[in-house]
């Protein structure tokens, strides 16, 4: 059973408090081994991938056979049915579409002083993409993270995948190849993370890694961030769903029961102003899970963090979204677009009835990767900006330079620090010499 | 004495890769003693932060003497010079010009299905400014880290400053008031990101922490990010200016100075295609260090880590700028913004003779807080976008789910994921039978 909250409750803030502060993630700590793994793909380089390869997939790899050819892939991708390769087409042709207008423009101007000013936006030369193998290598994450770095112009686009037994999924192959991947390696854990941060004779080093991992891959990408950019650290998934009762129970279940058969840590939270929608919710959870294929994974997920809350008005249901500030949000209300002006940290917003959460995980056209575990706060979902930098310009012409300069002199003076000001006044005084 | 490399030397691959790689910075390992910090902080709250601001400040505090005071804020003020108050008021007016160009647009639209997307930004709720104390305590800092927030809107802006003795600094306060600062704090180290990060009695938490520190500051930052978001943790400053003859040498040596005085281990490299003229640049430095008041900073620095480096040609410069990525850039050149076009990588880039680094330190309008030791491959310096995000928007019709909902299902499908593909079919088996 899930919890049932009421804001009525006088225990309410209480019984919100903890919910919102559960722990549903215990991260083992890895660290000590991840660091030695990573010295030792330093130091050794490909033969120690290689070694670790052969320990952790079972699978004899030679520094040729580290990457896929170009005939593997394309055997691979024969494999993969019509209907498969023409949603993951659509899926892409739509994700390209939705990251090429997040395109940032380059600025440059005149100010009144007569100083040019401005920015430009650049790639990241190159990028490396973790995938996970066996369960959750998912093509549609190939395609979230892959694409929006295709978009913003990154030269080089690695993936690493590790393939236990030297079994690969014939669809991460083809998703990769649509997104225009560049290198596929059939490494995984944290000496795939250390190869593409380091570089070996075989790999040549990145300047960002993204993608999902398990706890291994989250501590070298936490361990290597510095030498290289990563992406965010993601936690289990969340969806809350704000419905009220002019809404088919049995969707509302299949829409909360779609992140809960992800993960038993993950969260799936109903917030309705109507208790006896709530209930029939539940209900139509628990007859779903009768049947559903992952019914034990989702079951323990929805016992163990579910929640129904029942508000008194939609208001309050917005309210209580922003302290929850979820990765997915579902607004399955008259107005959505009304409700949704209501709310400021959210991850994704899916408004009405007729665009469940799972439209955005593959073919909705934005990102699927988002921020988990309350940082919607601060954080924002994959997006080209995450292989995009930015330079900042200023040019000063004399006039300019007279202008502010002086200004710069006595705040470097303030702060104690005389050769900025120097370097300034020296300007200067040439120029009024002239 | 720099080293003094040229490229036609046999051995000066050898040589640039070991300067690239020099290790200018010793952390110390101060994890465990941050970490204990911050449990006790999150466990006692008020009264720990006062203890340890005793302990390492020598400064007794209170829950009512925590935050300055309006009349205190006004009375430290009120001893700023005309002078200095003007300077920081021009440095903010610009400041705020350059960075309220930066905000970005919201954006929704009609695909060809019918689904209208979109995304919209809002800005981070509460954010917390950690400004050093004693000798690093820079007014200018407080602008280039408070200004951004206010200008992406940011709601509450809190600022904590270590007082140690009590003594504060106050054009830091004038910088805070004048950027817009919300509360102020007189507290510093682990204690105070630990503070902001998790909330006491007197401070409520922030989402996000920005701003320089030591060791310690760096590794409680490390430890909260996830439960709020941080900035870079920047490394010494750098500076690479590419100049060719026709420059003053006394300008230029100025211009290495005003990074090497900042730090021991800052950086300062000369790129010239004149030999000689980097000989005069190497002189004039020489000759600055005699009086200049840092000189023991500065000279260490351009001893252990400063470089003259002659070229060939200016493109063959461009090429090991894009290697070294630098944080700042000086293009003193006939044609800066021709050179300009053949860089890729670099924080900030400043163009001509009459654009001294300090300028940008100060003045210019861009941000001085770049990304160090060569991450400006992967990163931007700070800007509104750090205290923004985006959450994106997705809206289906009946057509629109009817057009491409097939797809989601088939992809579910292909992962496994047998209730996102329901909570798809679901809606559309309804939809048919109607």
Redesign the interface.
Same mark, same amino acid.
């Given at each position: 059973m899930p919890q049932f909250l009421n804001t009525q409750d006088a225990d309410f803030e209480a019984s919100f408090t903890a919910l919102l502060g559960a722990k549903r993630e215990d991260s083992p700590d890895v660290d000590a081994v991840v660091a030695q793994i990573i010295a030792d793909v330093r130091a050794h380089g490909d033969a120690e991938v290689i070694r670790l390869t052969e320990k952790f997939d079972r699978l004899e790899l030679t520094p040729e056979t580290l990457r896929f050819s170009e005939a593997e892939i394309e055997e691979y991708c024969a494999r993969v049915s019509d /209907?498969?390769r023409?949603?993951?087409e659509?899926?892409a042709d739509?994700i390209r579409?939705?990251h090429a207008?997040?395109m940032?423009a380059d600025?440059s101007?005149t100010?009144e002083s007569g100083?040019?000013?401005g920015?430009r936006w650049?790639a990241?030369?190159a990028a490396g993409l973790y995938v996970p193998g066996g369960?959750a290598s998912?093509?549609?994450s190939v395609l979230m993270n892959a694409i929006p770095a295709k978009v913003a112009g990154v030269g080089r686009l690695a993936i690493v995948v590790p393939t236990p037994d030297g079994i690969a999924n014939p669809?991460v192959l083809l998703a990769a190849k649509i997104a225009g991947v560049d290198e596929i390696y059939r490494i995984g854990g944290a000496q795939a993370v250390a190869a593409l941060a380091y570089g070996t004779e075989t790999i040549e080093p990145v300047?960002?890694i993204t993608g999902p991992g398990n706890a291994f891959v989250a501590a070298a990408k936490r361990r290597v961030f =510095?030498k290289?950019?990563i992406d965010m +650290?993601a936690g289990p998934s969340e969806i809350l769903v704000i419905a009220d009762k002019y809404n088919?129970p049995?969707?509302i279940a299949?829409?909360l029961?779609?992140q809960? /058969?992800?993960d038993e840590s993950a969260q799936s939270i109903l917030i309705t102003d109507d208790a006896e929608f709530g209930q029939q919710v539940a209900a139509a959870v628990d007859k779903?899970l009768e049947t559903?294929?992952?019914r034990d994974i989702?079951g323990a997920s929805w016992r163990d963090f579910g929640a129904v809350i029942v508000v008194k008005d939609l208001d309050e249901a917005a309210a209580l979204s922003d302290r929850i500030a979820p990765e997915h949000l579902e607004l399955c209300v008259q107005d959505?677009?009304a409700l949704?002006e209501k709310?400021?940290?959210? =991850?994704?917003?899916?408004?009405?009835?007729?665009?469940?959460?799972? +439209?955005?995980?593959?073919?909705? =056209?934005?990102?699927h990767v988002l921020?988990t575990?309350r940082?919607?706060?601060?954080?924002?979902?994959l997006?080209v #900006?995450d292989f995009l930098?930015?330079?900042?310009?200023?040019? #000063?012409?004399?006039d300019?330079?007279r202008a +502010?300069?002086?200004?710069?002199a006595?705040?470097?003076e303030?702060?104690?620090?005389?050769?900025?000001?120097?370097?300034?006044l020296?300007?200067l005084d040439?120029l009024n010499e002239k």
């Amino acid at each position: 059973m899930p919890q049932f909250l009421n804001t009525q409750d006088a225990d309410f803030e209480a019984s919100f408090t903890a919910l919102l502060g559960a722990k549903r993630e215990d991260s083992p700590d890895v660290d000590a081994v991840v660091a030695q793994i990573i010295a030792d793909v330093r130091a050794h380089g490909d033969a120690e991938v290689i070694r670790l390869t052969e320990k952790f997939d079972r699978l004899e790899l030679t520094p040729e056979t580290l990457r896929f050819s170009e005939a593997e892939i394309e055997e691979y991708c024969a494999r993969v049915s019509d /209907e498969d390769r023409a949603a993951l087409e659509l899926a892409a042709d739509r994700i390209r579409a939705y990251h090429a207008r997040q395109m940032p423009a380059d600025d440059s101007w005149t100010d009144e002083s007569g100083a040019t000013l401005g920015w430009r936006w650049s790639a990241v030369s190159a990028a490396g993409l973790y995938v996970p193998g066996g369960l959750a290598s998912y093509p549609s994450s190939v395609l979230m993270n892959a694409i929006p770095a295709k978009v913003a112009g990154v030269g080089r686009l690695a993936i690493v995948v590790p393939t236990p037994d030297g079994i690969a999924n014939p669809l991460v192959l083809l998703a990769a190849k649509i997104a225009g991947v560049d290198e596929i390696y059939r490494i995984g854990g944290a000496q795939a993370v250390a190869a593409l941060a380091y570089g070996t004779e075989t790999i040549e080093p990145v300047d960002k890694i993204t993608g999902p991992g398990n706890a291994f891959v989250a501590a070298a990408k936490r361990r290597v961030f =510095g030498k290289v950019g990563i992406d965010m +650290i993601a936690g289990p998934s969340e969806i809350l769903v704000i419905a009220d009762k002019y809404n088919t129970p049995d969707w509302i279940a299949l829409d909360l029961l779609s992140q809960a /058969e992800h993960d038993e840590s993950a969260q799936s939270i109903l917030i309705t102003d109507d208790a006896e929608f709530g209930q029939q919710v539940a209900a139509a959870v628990d007859k779903r899970l009768e049947t559903l294929q992952r019914r034990d994974i989702a079951g323990a997920s929805w016992r163990d963090f579910g929640a129904v809350i029942v508000v008194k008005d939609l208001d309050e249901a917005a309210a209580l979204s922003d302290r929850i500030a979820p990765e997915h949000l579902e607004l399955c209300v008259q107005d959505p677009d009304a409700l949704s002006e209501k709310i400021t940290h959210a =991850g994704a917003i899916f408004l009405g009835q007729f665009t469940p959460e799972a +439209i955005g995980d593959y073919v909705g =056209g934005p990102n699927h990767v988002l921020p988990t575990a309350r940082s919607a706060r601060f954080s924002s979902g994959l997006s080209v #900006m995450d292989f995009l930098k930015r330079t900042t310009l200023s040019k #000063m012409t004399v006039d300019s330079l007279r202008a +502010i300069g002086p200004a710069a002199a006595t705040l470097a003076e303030s702060e104690s620090l005389e050769a900025h000001g120097l370097s300034v006044l020296a300007r200067l005084d040439a120029l009024n010499e002239k």
